[in-house]
């Protein structure tokens, strides 16, 4: 880039630092106060640049992309209120361990609290939802400076992935000029700089100034796995439980191993990334969401100790089956946090799951005990799934259960998955069966909002290049309207099927849909908005169109799928009628469990 003056040249070490760094993508909100960043990113070839109009959207489209690609990537606003939109997303970004940089422009200091334009107190800004944070100095042709300037970035990158990957913010003061025109005494001292030491780069060009090599947290002492694991061989009635869980292939296959040497079977949500693959599927139980809600079952069937691993499970059943049950020995696996919102956990292991699962599978024998009592879970959500597929088969309707089937039928092997947070990711975890088509699921967990939902899905349809299908409600949507011109425009391949049941459909599920008064309960909470959304989402330029009937869905993904662009599909349901089904369907699978259960143990 011209080092033309001192902020241009101050721009060009930041962001050559973040190449040098391994940032491959940024997304820039437009602004005047953050343009010699933003000129810079457009000439830096090694990283790309995305250019969202909307701060929440651009927050997370890049929470999106850094999800999806395992990486962190550069956010960059420019001054006063902006920079306080990206706040949802670094929220989530906190909450979720996805690795973030978020760069604010910001006026110098002596321009604060003094009645400035555009100007708030940036520094602490994110509070304590950051790993790291940062001013840097304001622009001088120094080489002193400018070597600050690289290590505070280089240190910011690397901070992303540190001990637990999260959120990092740099703060960002600039003076005049903000535009690449020539200062003749900052070029000249700036030429006498470049002579000396490339702008103060230390000579260590394609490598970032300081190289960070990040310690890998590893399983637990030999001994100590030993001792778990025959604590845990020891017990027949065991489950692995998988909450959400973005680990490798390599994850997978061991926790299928060790759920075998233990003959305990899995219960694993879609997120866990267990429920798809070509991973033998013998141990996991289908629908296992549904049997928990089989109190008598359930009940019947009840583990002695349990080891998870991920996040707390989605499924509101579990949470309550656990409570009910506080004599269950329940063993979390967590490598950063306090994953325990029960407070019922026995014991907690800071371990990499994939290093502690490959452990415990290892000091256990190939020929494990008895799995009697695995096979009674594994038998029994085989036949919940067909009596859910059996009372869906009979109905014509478009209903939302059977959307969620749909989509799960239509969606090719190779494809990633966005579940919305609210209904989407719940009815997933009951809809969505076991199935051979090796799928990455996603959806924000972290902090569990429902805003940021389309741009999070095309952060990850351009992180990932593979086509991706978001599942959404209509209100989710709507709260993120702010990405939909910038998604007019994109090449991302991404098919959200929208499922606009006129609000929040989620709430018919919870108890004051039957106690609160009906006009205040419509207004306040179900929020009808009485939008033809599929017109509005044509107005961006987006290309939408409607299904009415579920042959149609699955012939409008099947077009859609392959090609390059986003397209959306609104499907039209009654959160009532929705809501009475998924009981009804509970219901049937409660009845087809009634013969008498095995004691599996």
């Known amino acids: 880039m011209r080092r033309l003056n001192r902020t241009f040249a101050w721009a060009a070490a930041v962001v050559e630092e973040l190449a040098r760094a391994g940032l491959r993508h940024a997304v820039v909100s437009p602004g005047s106060r953050s343009a010699p960043l933003a000129l810079a990113l457009a000439e830096e070839p090694a990283i790309q640049d995305h250019s969202v109009l909307d701060e929440r959207s651009a927050g997370y489209l890049a929470l999106g992309l850094a999800r999806a690609a395992r990486e962190p990537v550069a956010l960059l606003c420019t001054s006063g209120t902006a920079a306080a939109g990206y706040l949802p997303a670094v929220i989530e970004a906190n909450y979720g361990r996805v690795p973030l940089l978020v760069m604010t422009a910001d006026r110098p200091p002596e321009l604060r609290d003094c009645d400035a334009g555009q100007t708030i107190r940036q520094v602490g800004l994110f509070g304590h939802y950051v790993r790291f944070e940062a001013e840097l100095p304001t622009p001088e042709p120094s080489a002193e400076l400018l070597r600050r300037v690289r290590s505070m970035v280089s240190r910011a990158a690397a901070e992303t992935l540190a001990a637990e990957p999260g959120p990092v913010h740099l703060n960002l003061p600039l003076r005049e000029p903000l535009d690449p025109s020539e200062v003749r005494e900052d070029r000249e001292a700036l030429e006498a700089l470049e002579a000396l030491d490339a702008l103060a780069s230390l000579g260590r060009a394609p490598a970032p100034l300081t190289r960070v090599r990040a310690a890998r947290p590893e399983g637990i002492a030999g001994r100590e796995a030993e001792t778990l694991a025959k604590r845990l061989a020891a017990e027949c009635r065991g489950w692995l439980v998988c909450g959400p869980l973005d680990g490798s292939p390599e994850l997978r296959d061991a926790m299928v191993r060790l759920a075998s040497r233990l003959g305990w079977p899995i219960l694993a949500e879609p997120l866990a990334q267990l429920r798809s693959g070509p991973h033998s599927r013998d141990g996991l139980v289908d629908a296992h969401d549904a049997l928990l809600r089989c109190d008598r079952f359930a009940d019947a069937h009840a583990p002695r100790i349990l080891l998870r691993f991920g996040a707390a499970p989605t499924s509101n059943a579990y949470r309550l089956f656990l409570e009910r049950h506080p004599e269950i020995e329940q063993i979390v696996v967590d490598r950063w946090g306090w994953s325990d919102p029960s407070g019922l956990a026995a014991e907690l292991l800071r371990a990499d799951p994939e290093a502690l699962a490959r452990q415990l599978a290892d ?65 997933a975890d009951l809809f969505w069966p076991v199935a051979s088509a090796e799928l990455r699921f996603w959806a924000n967990r972290g902090a569990n909002g429902i805003d940021g939902t389309l741009s999070s899905a095309l952060g990850s349809a351009l992180g990932s290049g593979r086509p991706c299908v978001l599942l959404t409600g209509d209100l989710a949507l709507l709260h993120d309207a702010g990405v939909w011109a910038t998604a007019a425009h994109s090449d991302a391949r991404l098919t959200a099927v929208v499922i606009d049941n006129d609000g929040g459909g989620i709430f018919e599920q919870l108890p004051a849909a039957r106690s609160a008064p009906r006009p205040a309960f419509e207004r306040h909470l179900l929020a009808p908005h009485g939008l033809d959304l599929a017109r509005a989402l044509r107005g961006f330029g987006l290309r939408c169109g409607e299904a009415r009937t579920l042959d149609e869905l699955a012939e409008k993904l099947r077009r859609a799928l392959p090609r390059a662009g986003v397209d959306l599909i609104v499907v039209r349901t009654r959160a009532r009628e929705s809501a009475e089904l998924r009981r009804s369907l509970l219901e049937g699978v409660e009845a087809a469990l009634e013969s008498p259960p095995e004691s599996g143990g």
């Open 363 to 427: 000091a256990l024998e190939p020929d494990g005990p008895d799995a009697g009592y695995a096979r009674s879970w594994v038998r029994a959500g085989r036949l919940a799934r067909l009596q859910l597929d059996a009372s869906l088969d009979e109905r014509k309707d478009l209903t939302e259960p059977g959307v969620v089937r749909c989509v799960a039928r239509s969606t090719p092997d190779g494809s990633c998955v966005y579940l919305a947070s609210s209904l989407p990711v719940r009815d």
